[in-house]
């Protein structure tokens, strides 16, 4: 029986990760759900194409090395998710938000930003996780909390990057933390619930810590540190929201 329900769930995990790939390549470019574009000139992909891996008709190239290893990876974590589902949380809505943090990870990873679009149906769908979980007030103050917390981190980052900037003569325009990321942290603040929340962003600053000290430390085993590197933060809250989401009992 077990070898017969692998097939589908299989199945499910190659459409939950070309859908991931869709989105990481559309969105970011055009704000809509239109034909496929290729993730390295923007130029519009035929269906057929797209699906079977062929190379962009304008540059090209053949899929960035993120596309394959997404159609690998997620209907790997489909099927381990499937025998091995979270203890709370409807495996349904476990797809659904695999599907949905995979993409901001990803579009933040390549392109700095967590879109508006994303954002707005963040909210509803970590409201229903949340609510699922903990009910409706746990949901509501966690939201509230990752929201205002992350903003409270988002002003002292600008504040932060303006004071060197002023004292350095650096460049102010790349701050630690954007808008997006606290509209991401009320996202997971209203799945997670308070104060797992608050869990949440404690972790997320310790893997960033760790994974910014390893990158400074291969820049400078490269000669090549740059004080002040910007990097995406979206990953490492998804990463500690996702841990956290799928222990919590």
Do not use: Q
Request: net charge positive.
């Amino acid at each position: 029986m077990e070898n017969l329900i692998l097939i589908p769930i299989a199945i499910l995990g190659v459409i939950i990760a070309y859908l991931t790939n869709y989105l990481s390549d559309v969105l970011p470019r055009t704000r809509r759900f239109s034909t496929p574009v290729c993730a390295e000139c923007g130029e519009n992909r035929d269906a057929g194409g797209y699906l079977l891996w062929k190379k962009c008709p304008g540059c090209r190239k053949p899929p960035s090395p993120r596309f394959k290893v997404v159609i690998i990876l997620l209907p790997l974590i489909t099927i381990l998710l499937w025998f091995f589902p979270p203890h709370h949380l409807n495996i349904w809505l476990a797809y659904i938000c695999l599907f949905f943090l995979a993409a901001v990870a990803i579009i933040d990873i390549e392109h700095r930003v967590i879109l508006n679009e994303m954002s707005l149906a963040g909210v509803f769908l970590g409201f229903i996780v949340g609510y699922s979980i903990n009910g409706l007030a746990k949901t509501l103050i966690g939201g509230g909390a990752g929201f205002l917390i992350m903003l409270g981190l988002y002003f002292l980052g600008e504040l932060f990057a303006k004071y060197m900037a002023k004292k350095r003569g650096l460049d102010s325009s790349e701050v630690a933390l954007g808008f997006g990321d606290v509209n991401l942290g009320g996202i997971l603040g209203l799945m997670l619930g308070w104060p797992v929340i608050f869990a949440c962003l404690l972790f997320a600053i310790l893997i960033g810590g760790l994974i910014s000290a390893g990158l400074v430390a291969w820049m400078l085993l490269r000669k090549d540190y740059k004080p002040f590197t910007a990097i995406p933060y979206a990953p490492f809250l998804i990463l500690s929201g996702s841990i956290l989401l799928y222990l919590l009992k």
